[in-house]
């Protein structure tokens, strides 16, 4: 195959990003050559074609993002290739550079994301600690988590949903079989060269302390700046300063209890997230999920968020307005960035118009907010983009349709020789009809020949002497003469004269945007909390939700409910719960599908809801301030990590046992059911006697009766059970908690609920009747566990 410089302009190219996809732009086509054609047309099912003998698979430029966005699903990353001169304005070969590796992670455009975090991480371990920051490139926010405990970084990681890790290629093997399916970056080792004066350069400081980040933190950030840097190809990157998930701020939450308690979105509408998030923002909505996945350990704040939520509650009429106002707000965290990264379209400046419209009003309604902040926004930036935007751009910065007129005396000039032409050309064809006595005369255009006059065969003995002769069709041809030419030459210069011109007085309007990004960052900010707050009150008033209280260390919940099971059970049946510390255990019996598990969970998620401010499901609710929230509950292998569902258990439970504190609750749910009965209740006694000696508030939802007995040698224990009733066959779950023992599992009739064949309980009946006694009518196993191995020490 012969090279052409062409070609060889591609492969100097490729060489660079061999790793990518290079999509190369060729006019109106983004070409990909060679083996990155034949997987374009594999994953974009397009025909595979030929260029010199090089396969060749293409794509529209108009289309990119729909085409990108089904390569990146598919796993790879994408080198996009742009021309960067105008192909009318060189003679020689075209000037093209890669503008943008697209990334799972590094994704800016709306089409491509919802309106929550889209995060990338750089997972680094160095000196016994384990380091991972988090990076949404369409925010800018920077998140920054060490622990010499891997897991806990690895559960924060499951808890954000990343979209792509990178690191370093001795930690991928680990970090493949522990997230598959996520996207891993590979880096070499200069990525963490001179972590320091990376740091510094782009957040723009002297010194670094101030982040409060180690040595390992500041390299994994380094790298981060990096790697950004490379898929954005810029060297300013849009990048809010590192925040570091402290324990001292934060409740760190593990992934297991992240997914037992359904905080995030899994099915649709059956987690705390979904019931919640009645944001108007997309900016609110973010930060509730954060806040969701980060509960506050600091009362003061706390009660700071309390305090806001109430006064809206109490408010309903400001409420509404607030709500209304905020429904006009766009997301402006995104649209700084995609300026920032030169990625906006015209769009977005009217969406930015319409969030500082709005500002005005809000401030008004904020006033009396001791907590909330005034939103100073630059009012001479507003009315640049009131003059400059169009109401309502359509198409592209160069098309004649974004800029207003009225801004630009020269634009409008040439907007107007544009405009009237088609007027100016129905003149010229109308005198030359008169001039050459030819009514059929024509005058048209096209991309090839430009303008021109097309006269039928019939007629050509009509055509004047100054008709120069341009193309000859079927039946008629076409001519030009020297005023059409001139013309032409006149519309052409205008035609490039807008094109210029709109495309720099668009990119003028956004570099004045880009000198406001930190006021238009401060504003987003408090957007998402005025949000956010406004939100917890929609939702106490749609729910009728009670502001939680605090104390040391009692726990009394009065007519509790669980907050996404009340959405999809018609009569909710509210229980209460008392702890302190002398009553600070509780295990609680009772049979399958009797609310058990809904109990205890309910349990963790007011606990939780009170300290992210948000008012809770009770008639009240008073609550120690717990440092963690621990669950162990259900029954679920790792099969890809080779752990059975036994070991998953007792996995989740080491966690529990190496990190609950005094200041911990745990909620745990048929623990020791994974392996034999005896081992099962030996393990979960245990467990019980090291939870009570640590000071926990404990909910136990257990199977083993037995587990009872603790009462009798532990005074910090109750025994809770979920009422039955029996009527005639029928038994009937009431679903409410009351002090007492289970005494009988109803394993059969919740069999017979679950619809399994009536021969098959008849035999079940048999079996039970054959193999245990019954005594007064209560079933009991034939030896008592207590009657094996001593339960209390001599």
Known sequence: MKITPLMEQYLRIKERYKDSILLFRL???????????????????????????????????????????????????????????????????????????????????????????????????????????????????????????????????????????????????????????????????????????????????????????????????????????????????????????????????????????????????????????????????????????????????????????????????????????????????????????????????????????????????????????????????????ERAIEDDPTGNPGEGKVIRRGFSRELDEYRDLLEHSEDKLKEFEEKERQRTGIQKLRVGYNQVFGYYIEVTKANLDKVPDDYERKQTLVNSERFVTPELKKFETKIMAAKEKVEELERELFKNVCEEVKRHKETLLNISDELAKIDALSTLAYDAILYGYTRPQFSENEMKIEGGRHPVVERFTRDFVENDVYMNEEKRFLVITGPNMSGKSTFIRQIGLIALMAQIGSFVPARRAVLPIFDRIFTRMGARDDLAGGRSTFLVEMNEMALILLKATKRSLVLLDEVGRGTSTQDGISIAWAISEELISRGCKVLFATHFTELTDLEKGFPQVQNKTILVKEEKDKVIFTHKVVNGVADKSYGIEVAKIAGIPDNVIKRALEIIEKNFKLNDGKRREKKKFNQQIPLFPV
């Open 27 to 385: 006019g109106d086509f983004y070409e990909a050559f060679f083996e990155d054609a034949h997987t374009v047309s594999k994953v974009l099912n397009i025909v595979l074609t030929k260029r010199q003998d090089a396969p060749m698979a293409g794509i529209p430029h108009h289309a990119l993002n729909t085409y990108l966005k089904k390569l990146v699903e598919a796993g790879y990353k994408v080198a996009i290739c742009d021309q960067m001169e105008e192909p009318s304005k060189s003679k020689k070969l075209i000037r093209r550079e890669v503008t943008r590796v697209v990334t799972p992670g590094s994704l800016v455009e709306d089409e491509f994301l919802t309106e929550t975090n889209n995060y990338m991480t750089v997972f680094i371990f160095e000196n016994g600690k384990y380091c991972a920051v988090f990076c949404d490139v369409s925010t800018g926010e920077v998140l920054v988590h060490e622990n010499t405990d891997k897991q806990e970084v690895f559960d924060l990681m499951k808890a954000y949903s990343i979209s792509e890790i990178i690191c370093p290629k001795e930690l991928v093997d680990d970090l493949r079989e522990r997230f598959p399916g996520v996207y891993i970056e590979v880096i070499d080792d200069w990525y963490f060269s001179n972590p320091e004066e990376e740091v510094k350069k782009v957040y723009g400081v002297e010194d670094v302390h101030h982040f409060e980040l180690s040595a390992v933190s500041l390299k994994a950030l380094s790298a981060l700046i990096k790697y950004v840097k490379y898929t954005m190809i810029t060297e300013n990157p849009n990048l809010k300063p590192p925040v570091l998930m402290s324990q001292k701020n934060f409740m760190l939450l593990d992934s297991a209890t992240v997914e037992n308690l359904s905080l995030v979105p899994g099915e649709k509408g059956k987690n705390l997230f979904d019931v919640l998030n009645h944001t108007e923002t997309a900016m609110g909505a973010r930060l509730l999920k954060k806040w969701i996945l980060h509960p506050l350990v600091d009362r003061n704040r706390i009660e700071e968020r309390l305090d806001i939520v109430e006064r809206f509650k109490e408010d309903r009429i400001k409420l509404d307005r607030v709500r209304e106002l905020l429904s006009n707000v766009r997301d402006l965290e995104r649209i700084v960035a995609r300026i920032e990264y030169n990625r906006a379209v015209p769009r977005d400046l009217v969406s930015l118009r319409e969030t500082l419209r709005v500002l005005p009003k809000l401030n008004e309604e904020i006033s009396t907010f001791v907590s909330l902040h005034k939103l100073v926004f630059p009012k001479d930036l507003l009315d640049l983009l």
